[in-house]
Each structure stands twice: as C-alpha cells, then as structure tokens.
C-alpha cells in the first residue's frame, strides 16, 4: 500500500515534467510569455485537481471505513461494560435464583424495553416463565403460589398490547434450555450492539442455571454424606453403648434374682457410667449438627465457638487461639467447611479415645497457606502405622480427614506416640471466593478450662485404648 502511494506521487511528478518539456520545446516559437507560462500553469492545476480529488475521496473513504470501525468498538465495548456490570452486581451471591433475576432486571434496564422474560423449555416441548422484569401491568397476571403455567409462545406471558421485540437462546453447552426475551408497547427493532448484549446477557443466564444446578446436587451430596456420617456416629457409638446398657441391665436382673447384691451394685455402677457416656455424645452429635456457619462468621469464629461449646460439653480444658493473619485469611466457602470439619473430628477422637485432660488448638497462617494445630496430653498411638498403608491405620476416621485436607488441596499429618499425646497439623492453601468481610473478626485468646469430674473415669471406661479414631 505505502510502495503504490509513492509510485502515484513520482508518476504525476514525473507527468508534470513532461508536459512541461513538451510544452517548452514545442510551442517555444509559437507562444510567448506569457501565454506559455498560463498554459504550462493550468495544465500543472489539472493535474494537481485530479490528484486532489483522488486523493479527497481516498481520505473519505478512510475517514467513513474509521467512523464505522470506532462505532463498532464503542457498541462492542458497550457490551463488555454491560457484562461487568452483570457480573460485578452478581459476584459472590450465594442464591443463584437471585442471580438469575439480577440478569434478566438488568437486560430490561441495560435495553430499555417495558419487560424481559426468561422462559425455560419444559421437556414436553412448551415454554414455562423462570424469571421476569417488567414495569406494572406487562406479564400475564399469575396467582401467588400458583405453578407458572406452560405455554407454546413467549407473547402468552406478557399483557395484550405488548409484544416479544427480540430474545436470544439460552444455552448449557450446544444444548438449548430456554429463552431470554424482551417486550415492549411500541415497535423497536434492537441495534447490533444491543443484540450482542442481550446475547452475552443470555449466556451468563445460562451459567448460572447451571450453577443452580451444581448446586442442587452439591446440596444432595453433602445430605447424604452428612446422613452417612450420622449413620457411622450412631453405629460406632449410641448402638454399642446401648447395647452395652442392654447386657448389662439383664446382669443385674440376674445377680438381683440370684440376690448377690454387691455385684449388681458394681453392675448398676458400670451402668450409670456408660448412660452418661451416651449422655456426652448425644449432646456432642446435637452441637454437630446444629451447623457452622463457618463461610458466615469465618473459620475462626465458628471455630472459637465451637470450641466453646466443645469444652462445656466434653469436661475438658481447651485453648484456641488463632493470630489476625490467619483470621482474615481469604479461604473458601469449601476450605472453611472442610478445615472445621477436620477440627471438629480430631476434638472428637480426644473426648472418646485420648484420655486428655488440656487441649490446645491454634491457627496460625504463612505466605501461602494457612496452618491449624490441635495438641492434646493424652493416650497417644503409634503414629509409626501412618507410613504402612491405610489398612494398617487404627481406625478409618483418619482416612476420611486426610480425604477432606487434600479436597481443598491441603494436607494433615500427626504425631503421637503412646503416653505423650497426639498433634494433629492441617495445611489449607489460601485463596478462594470467600468474602473478606466474613473473616474480618480477629479472635482473641479464648480459653475454657473445666475442673475435671469423675465423669472422665465414664470417657475411659467408654472410649478404646487408641487415640485416633
């Protein structure tokens, strides 16, 4: 382009000198100046006129081509900036049903349109309303509580008078769930770049039904792995003891029919122990499921709580303390859950198995990570059957912590040895969707102390000879 510029500037350069040698040589004897100097002039303003126009029409072409091209930017940025703003007003909602009417409020405000519907596709092949946004009197009246009814058409959910002016498919994948659609009184055919908008608009829909979904099923699984865990806390523990209770009920009807006495009295005393042992687990498995809250309040809170509560529960001294680093440190909703709930499992091996009498739990974080510890004085195990295999561990309990630890890419680890206590160390990486302000709250040192009772001789008799569960 730049070589053909310069050949067109020599070759009228060079016309120029042309015309005027001829010029000069033949019509030197025929005129005179200064009609030779008005001729060689006019024929150098044809020339250069010529140019010009060329040159002029040249540059209007180029001037409309950047015209153009700055107005798709402007509509192309115009919908980007839309976008953000979707997903700036929807970052970090919880409620995906309440993300999805954000989208579809701002598709009517973003296009300005009397409404928009979303319009998910049932699978016999109709239409059934999702979401809407609309001034008043615009969508089909509706009963509260009533089922959305299905329709064939998307006109069917707006008010006569109004009618569908555009939409755009909404998609999971190449696969097509529903419609996001504008309506309005008055006639309007939409802009390219509005188009594109109400696109991308249609495209984050589409995302966040299926985060709706993942979430649904999230929801399932963690029911059915909490109703699990349940299941196992009973087997383990309310059923053998009951069944403990059982035996040793029918004893002491036996040693009182026989009349030894004494004997039944030490039954009895065996009895109120093991009653009171299922007393502490089943007010334990009350505090367990009575929630965390941990993605709320923030791990350290939650935990600090907990431990509170732990302490009064249990009957045993316990010290959290966790530094303002580590409180503030931004770990996902995941992260959080899981770390309580590893912090919730090594309390609970220390109540039934360690024989402890302190328990100290810190929180601390690094550059990249962040590091709980759970110290106790207890039992202790044979930390060495760790590094044999999972089938040589004590008790599974420590394969379903180590399991959680490296689902948000984190890793636990213990060191015990008979008689000199447990600590168990959880590494968490920090990162994360978790909202800062959840984790705001720097915890302080907490510290519960309770004398011990003769209701730790009933923790003993219960609870088996390791410490790791």
């Known amino acids: 382009m730049l070589r053909n510029r310069w050949l067109a500037v020599v070759a009228t350069v060079a016309f120029v000198g042309v015309a005027v040698t001829v010029i000069d040589a033949s019509f030197d004897a025929v005129l005179h100046f200064p009609f030779r100097t008005l001729v060689i002039t006019a024929m150098i303003s044809a020339v250069v006129a010529a140019a010009a126009w060329i040159a002029v029409g040249r540059i209007d072409r180029l001037g409309r ?34 993300t999805i009417a954000v989208i579809v409020d701002y598709a009517r405000n973003l296009l300005r349109v009397d409404a928009a519907i979303l319009a998910l596709d049932t699978p016999k092949g109709y239409l059934r309303l999702r979401a809407g946004s609309a001034i008043p009197g615009v969508l089909a ?7 959305p009814p299905d329709y064939d058409q998307l006109d069917c959910f707006v008010m006569p008078g109004f009618e569908i002016r555009a939409s755009s498919p909404v998609k999971h994948g190449d696969k ?36 709706a979904r993942l979430q649904d099923e999230l929801q ?8 699990e865990r349940i299941a196992r806390d009973m087997h383990d523990g309310l059923a053998q003891v009951l069944g ?16 030894r006495i004494d004997e039944a009295r030490s039954q009895l005393a065996e009895l109120g122990a093991a009653a009171r042992a299922v007393f502490i687990d089943v007010r334990e498995a009350i505090l367990n499921l009575s929630g965390t809250g941990a993605a709320e309040r923030g791990i350290a809170r939650a935990l600090e709580e907990y431990v509170t509560l732990f302490a009064e529960s249990s009957d045993l001294a316990v010290r959290f303390r ?48 962040v590091v709980l510890r759970i110290k106790d004085d207890g039992a202790g195990f044979e930390a060495d059957l760790l590094s044999r295999g999972r089938e040589h561990w004590p008790h599974f309990g420590l394969a ?23 600590e168990v160390e959880l590494h968490v990486p920090v990162g994360g969707t978790t909202r800062h302000h959840a984790l705001e709250r720097s915890t302080p040192l907490h510290e519960t102390k309770r004398s011990r009772t003769p209701h730790q001789a009933v923790r003993s008799s219960a609870g088996a000879a390791s410490e790791a569960d």
């Open 65 to 98: 081509d950047l015209v153009e091209r700055n107005e798709a930017l402007e509509s192309r940025n115009a919908v980007l900036r839309a976008v953000y703003d979707v997903s700036l007003s929807v970052a970090g909602q919880k409620d995906p049903e309440h």
């Open 141 to 147: 009246p509706q009963k509260a509580g009533e089922t």
């Open 176 to 211: 097509r769930i529903g419609t996001l659609a504008l309506a309005s009184a008055n006639a309007r055919t939409l802009e390219p770049g509005e188009m594109d908008t109400l696109s991308a608009l249609a495209t984050q829909v589409g995302l966040a039904i299926e985060a």
């Open 220 to 227: 399932e699984l963690a029911v059915q792995r909490e109703r």
């Open 244 to 259: 403990y209770v059982n035996t040793k009920s029918q004893a002491v009807s036996q040693l009182l029919a026989d009349g």
């Open 322 to 369: 966790a530094t303002p680093e580590a409180a503030s440190a931004p770990l996902s909703a995941a992260t959080q859950a899981e770390v309580f709930s590893i912090a919730r499992e090594a309390l609970t091996n220390v109540r039934k198995h360690a024989r402890a009498h302190d328990v100290s739990i810190d929180m601390r974080r690094s550059s990249t990570e």
């Open 400 to 422: 379903g912590m180590r399991e959680r630890a490296e689902s948000v890419g984190g890793r636990i680890s213990w060191r015990s040895r008979p008689g000199a206590g447990t």
